[in-house]
């Protein structure tokens, strides 16, 4: 194509992308490369659906993967309300800010030490998205930076203590 007038490139481009290509292998054992066949018709394509378990059979290796990321991509709804309920709630009547600061940061280390290290991750993913749809994050930066730090170091501790345990856990507290 280097060596065509633009226009002719262009025609040429046009003329494979109207084309489509298809990669097949050849079905002699001797022949290892690869040729292309040129089909002119795209309807004279085959498609399948893709093979259908059988009842009973065990589930396979990806719909294992998607189940268990389905259900961990997200804190359980308890722990996201009591974080949330911990960074929202006022202070106590005669208690004063610094005081109830210290309170509610010694709680949050709390929720996030009893959190298992799948939930610490994702809690540190959704504060490190920084959304201001989050609840959570938008709650979380009611805190000072100062705090914010600190929460998000024992956030990081927790994650290393389990990772020094080699991933295991024998109880909700590692």
Known sequence: MRNRKPEQQ???????????????????????RAHLEVVEDPSS?????????????PPTTSQVLNVQRQQSDQLPTEIEAALVSVLTR????????HTGAIRREQAIAAIIMDLDPLAAYWLARRLDADRDSDPIVAA?????????????????????MFAALGGRASSSRV
């Not at 394509?45 to 059979?57: C, F, I, R």
């Not at 006022?90 to 800010?97: I, K, S």
């Open 45 to 57: 394509l085959v498609w399948e659906p893709p093979a259908q378990q059988e009842p009973g059979a």
């Open 140 to 160: 979380f930066r009611r805190l000072i930076p100062q705090r914010r730090e600190r929460l998000r170091v024992v956030l990081d501790q927790r994650r290393r």
């Open 10 to 32: 262009a025609e040429l481009v046009d003329e494979l992308a109207s084309r489509r290509l298809e990669v097949a292998r050849a079905s002699d054992r001797h022949d290892r």
């Open 90 to 97: 006022r202070l106590a009547d005669g208690e004063g800010h």
